[in-house]
């Protein structure tokens, strides 16, 4: 069974501008959720869809912003990106919302702001 | 207000000594916790987990141990291997939740 992809795995974006990252779950998980992982805060949760809704989301700022499809696969948007936005951005899937089931992740998108 | 606290960033041990990685917690809703190991540039591996009705969970050389009344969970390596060698992340779940509140990791070294 194929594991969490994300894509693009780098990116290098400039001050100001947007960047999106795609996400494709394991087969049959309906739950994805996000994490950035940067040196000073460790991994932190950015929020989590299930069933194309927004369940859960962390302390970050508005300018942070995803989204699930039907087929489970997910987005997440930055607007407006600042320095301190350089960071690996963590997808993971588990297999049902609420069931104690442990979540699986992808390689992460290293995103570089210069 | 951190959570999930790893107190050691780093743990040295010989080949196929016991490696054992500590975590404490200060959530009393945490009810779900689990084990990560991290390579560079690689997303974290899921290693084991265990519910707070239990006390032990065991999964060939990884054995995790829970101590709810002293909110500490280690997870314990037997034999330690070197490509044991990675940074190893606990994390936590609330009852009512399904994020996952990380500790700072750990990073292991097992020398040949």
């Known amino acids: 069974k194929a594991g969490v992809t994300q894509t693009p795995r780098y990116l290098i974006k400039t001050r100001g501008q947007q960047v999106t990252l795609s996400c494709s779950p394991i087969?049959?998980?309906?739950?994805v959720s996000w994490y950035q992982q940067t040196p000073g805060q460790g991994l932190q949760f950015l929020f989590e869809y299930f069933s194309e809704t927004q369940r859960n989301k962390g302390n970050f700022p508005g300018r942070f912003s995803g989204r699930q499809f039907s087929n489970s696969r997910s987005e997440m948007n930055v607007s407006t990106l600042e320095l301190g936005d350089s960071a690996l951005y963590l997808c993971a899937s588990s297999l049902w919302e609420g069931f104690p089931s442990p979540l699986h992740f992808g390689n992460g998108t290293r995103l570089t702001v210069t | 207000d951190q959570q999930v606290k790893q107190n050691s960033p780093s743990l040295s041990v010989q080949e196929g000594r016991i490696s054992i990685l500590n975590c404490d917690y200060t959530n009393s809703m945490f009810d779900y916790f689990l084990w990560y190991k991290k390579y560079p540039a690689e997303g974290p591996t899921f290693l084991i987990s265990i519910s707070s009705i239990k006390d032990k969970n065991e999964d060939g050389r990884f054995t995790v141990f829970l101590n709810k009344s002293a909110k500490h969970l280690s997870l314990h390596i037997v034999p330690s291997q070197p490509g044991d060698s990675a940074v190893y992340f606990c994390?936590?779940?609330?009852?009512?939740?399904?994020?996952?509140?990380f500790g700072e990791g750990t990073q292991l070294t097992v020398n040949p």
């Open positions: 994390a936590a779940r609330e009852t009512s939740g399904s994020r996952l509140t």
């Open positions: 087969s049959g998980h309906r739950s």
